[in-house]
Every structure is written in structure tokens, then in C-alpha cells.
């Protein structure tokens, strides 16, 4: 039995079903795949992004890249949600390091619809991954674990981390150096 | 600990896997992250540390919420899909037909998760006192789609087997977990996963008139039953009735449905230690299938089978029997 690890979704075993689809080149698949995960990978990328022309971009990217790579996706690797997930925030991240700090405050109204998350969040359920993954994020000091979450939902720099933690940035990169130890040694794997 | 971390620290193969680690959490800044991209395209071994550092974070996209994008994003996905090269043009000979068919909502195969419908979703209720009891709203659920959601099934069966066992239980161990030991102020706001914790007041609801309930007593001799199986089928649930089974500690029970129309036997998960376990009913199934089908216990490694089939002793099977007529009010499994 296999709980979904993700939202609103197929099944992981659907899902990789359906990857292996959209790999022969079956659109239809790619349909179903893109309708089953988008609010998803969408959601992800906009957090990042904070704004919605940007997150359309991102979007297309990493579908795109999907359509062409599914081939090359393991399950033995990473779930099908891991694995898109990862491309789309590997897009996202591109983004907006390379537009650096420019894209978080030129636009208000992209401000205002990350702050405000009137959607209640969709079922998931927890997967024992994940579960163990939060065990040991909660046995990081507070601040550091803040840092790891920013850093993976908000897609913030070392900088922005540091002047929202009022930290000097090598402070910051050795704190992400040793908590990012500490979970590896933590999850054991 | 600053021994160890002075340690870590001279350690150079922790650079190395600090920066898949940073590269995948995305603090490299942007050349730190061109060279990880140099490395990615030319260093095997570093591609396999970023492959365990997503395999490692990236649980932590299951607390993001979901948000729809415009509809305008699929057509110029699709616009640039059709424009690109085709990786190959064929079909598989029988696309799976409960994955084809009836669209928007479409029933989680394994465990009967709440309908694909991202955004407004019903929020299954996970009951943070009692731990076995996962329950699930008499929501009107779809039909199962019959013989093609079996057939579906015996395709998805061998991709199951690495798609990764996850129980319901552990679901409800996590909630408790974030619920109580990590408070909300562990995750930052906006993805707090709060809404999904919800308290259960009162059981399931009773509607009626109520459908025949079918009962299987497990066990492993007529003399010793060890649990009773009861199938809702108004209520889509299955509720399992510790009778005589001792608690194993370190173990598991995990329940398991076994047809001669499936490749393999298929958990229906866990059984919790108290004395109900109830559950959604498994919606991959039909009717048919599940009166017909034969149901066994097996004792499992804590937290159920690693593999997605029985690894520990079978301890107790049983079939089941139409145990009320139809319109029968039945309170208690």
C-alpha cells in the first residue's frame, strides 16, 4: 500500500506509470501527468518565485524538460513527485539567483499573493520518509532548521537568509554546512 | 560538538556533498551553482550525491500547497511540446483504463486517498488521539470502475513494488508527530501543515438505508479467530475487529487482500493496536472482487511490509460472508 506522498495526485505508482508514457511519447499520458501534478510543481515554483509570469515561465521549462527526460527517470532514485518536483525548483532556483535580489521586491502584488494563502492546503498524506526527514529538522537548533525551510521554500540566498536572520553571511553558510551534516547523519543514508 | 563539527569540517568529502547538498536546497550562489552544474554534467558520482540530497529534501514538497496555474501555462506547454522532437510515437498496447477514464476524479488505486482535485480538496481526517483508527468521512465516493480498475491494478502491480510502502499509519504517526512534538513554528508559516490535522468529533456517520454488510472472520483455526473483518460498503470502509490476536510489539499486523484476478497479494495496510482498525475501503477493487477475494493477516516488520508483499508468517485468513441483509442498520463492525 502506498499512500501518496503527494497532493491531490495519482498514486507514486500512477505516476510512474504515467512516466513511462509521456517517455514512449504518449501526449495523452502527458495530459494526465501534467493535470495530476501541476498545482504541485506550480505551487512550488511560485513560493520561490513570487510572481506569476515568472512561475508560467518556470513552468513551461520544466514540463518541457519532463516531456523529453521522463526516460530518464529511476524509480529506484526518486519518486516521480520527487523527481519533477526537483526539476521544476532546479528551474525556479536558476531563475532567481540569476535575477538575484531584483525579483522579490519589484512587484507587490506577486508579494502580496505568497503572503496571503487563502487555499487550504490539499490532503497528503505524510510518507515515512518525510516523517523522519521532520524528526530531524526538529532536532536542529531553531534557527538553523528556519534556515533550511526558507532556503528550500522561499528558494532564499545565503544573503537574504543572512539579513532576515540579521547573521553575517559565513555565519550563515556554516550553519547551513552543519545542519545539512547533521540531517545526512540524522537520516542515516 | 565542536569536535565533531571541527571534524566535519576538515573532512573533504563533506565539501563535496555540502555542495550537492546547498545545490539542491539552491544556496550555492550563481557561480558556486554554474560549477555544480559543470560537475552535474560531467561527474557521475557527483549527480548520484544531488540524487540523494532530492531524495532526502525533497519529502518537504509534500507540505507546500498546491495552487492551480492558469489555464494559459498548459497551452503553451503543450504549444512547445508539439514543437519539440517526439522522444518516440508509441503507445503502450493497453494504456491503463482507470487512468484513461472517467476524469476529474480518479481514484487513488491502493489506499482510498481523497479524489484528484487539487486545490479544494476534502482533507481526509486523521484522528490525532487514536492512532489506528484512520478514518475517513462517508464522502460520496465514485464506483469503482469494475473490471477495468483490476485490470488497471495488475498493471500497476509491478511498479508498485518500487513505488515505496507508505502506511496509513505512519500518515497518522506523522500528523501526531508535527501535531505535537514539532509545533506549528517549526515550518514557516504559509506551509504550515496544519489543516491537515483535524479531530474527528464523532465517528463516521450512519446513513441509511444501509447496503448488506459482508463480514470476514480471520483466523487461523475454526477455534481461535483472531480478527473480524466487516466491509462498509455504504460507508466505503473496512473496519477490522482485534477478537483474539495477541499485540505483537516491534511488529505489525498488515492485512492483505488476495484474488486469483490479481498478479499478488494487495495490502489493505495496517492494523492498528487497538481494537478497531477502520479504514477506507480500498476503491481499487471491485465488488466482485472483494466478496470473492480471500484475506489474510500477516505479522510484519513494524510499520508493515518493506517490499509491498507479505514478507512475515501468514498468521490468519479468512472469506467473507454476507453477514446483514440489505437495509440491516448495523452500528458496529
Known sequence: MDLAGVVGMLTPGELVWLLAAVAKGDEAAFERLYAATRSKLYGVVLRILRRTDLADEVMQDAYLRIWRNAGEFDPSIATPITWMVAIARNRALDLVRKKREASLEDEPQAMEMASDDPSPLARHEMTEELRRLLACLGDLEAERRRLVLLAYYSGWSREQLAAKLDTPVNTVKTWLRRSLIQIRECLGS | ?333
Not at chain 2, 72 to 96: H, L, N, Q
Not at chain 2, 98 to 110: D, H, Y
Not at chain 2, 294 to 320: D, H, I
Request: proline share 12%; net charge negative.
Open chain 2, 1 to 333: 560538538m565542536n569536535a565533531d563539527e571541527d571534524r566535519d569540517d576538515r573532512n573533504g568529502k563533506d565539501d563535496r556533498d555540502v555542495r550537492a547538498a546547498e545545490y539542491v536546497l539552491g544556496t550555492l550562489d550563481p557561480d558556486e551553482r554554474a560549477e555544480a552544474q559543470a560537475l552535474i554534467d560531467s561527474d557521475p558520482e557527483f549527480v548520484a550525491l544531488v540524487h540523494k540530497w532530492e531524495r532526502r529534501l525533497g519529502e518537504l514538497n509534500v507540505l507546500v500547497a498546491p495552487v492551480d496555474p492558469p489555464a494559459e501555462t498548459w497551452d503553451r506547454i503543450k504549444a512547445r511540446v508539439a514543437g519539440s522532437v517526439t522522444p518516440a510515437v508509441v503507445m503502450p498496447p493497453e494504456p491503463g483504463p482507470a487512468i484513461e477514464a472517467p476524469a476529474p476524479k480518479v481514484e487513488p488505486v491502493e489506499v482510498a486517498a481523497p479524489k484528484v482535485e487539487p486545490v479544494e480538496v476534502a482533507v481526509p481526517k486523521i484522528e490525532p488521539v487514536e492512532v489506528s483508527q484512520l478514518l475517513r468521512p462517508a464522502e460520496p465516493v465514485a464506483a469503482p470502475a469494475g473490471a477495468d480498475v483490476i485490470d488497471l491494478t495488475r498493471r500497476l502491480w509491478r511498479w508498485r513494488r518500487i513505488a515505496g510502502v507508505t502506511g496509513a499509519i505512519a500518515a497518522v504517526l506523522a500528523a501526531l508527530v508535527v501535531a505535537q512534538d514539532y509545533r506549528p513554528d517549526l515550518l514557516p508559516a504559509p506551509i504550515r501543515p496544519k489543516p491537515v490535522i483535524q479531530v474527528i468529533e464523532k465517528p463516521v456517520e450512519v446513513p441509511s438505508p444501509r447496503p448488506a454488510q459482508y463480514v470476514a472472520v480471520l483466523q487461523r483455526d475454526a477455534s481461535s479467530p483472531a480478527f473480524l473483518l466487516t466491509f462498509d460498503l455504504d460507508r466505503h470502509s473496512l473496519a477490522v475487529r482485534r477478537v483474539g490476536a495477541e499485540k505483537q510489539s516491534g511488529k505489525s499486523y498488515e492485512l492483505w487482500l488476495i484474488s486469483d484476478k490479481l498478479a499478488g497479494p494487495r495490502s489493505l495496510g495496517l492494523i492498528g493496536g487497538d481494537e478497531f482498525t477502520v479504514r477506507p475501503e480500498p476503491a481499487a477493487y471491485d465488488q466482485v472482487t472483494i466478496n470473492a477475494a480471500t484475506y489474510a493477516v500477516s505479522l510484519e516488520p513494524e510499520g508493515g511490509s518493506p517490499s509491498g508483499a507479505p514478507t512475515g508468517p501468514v498468521l490468519y485468513t479468512g472469506k467473507l460472508i454476507q453477514a446483514t441483509p440489505r437495509g440491516f442498520d448495523l452500528q458496529t463492525p
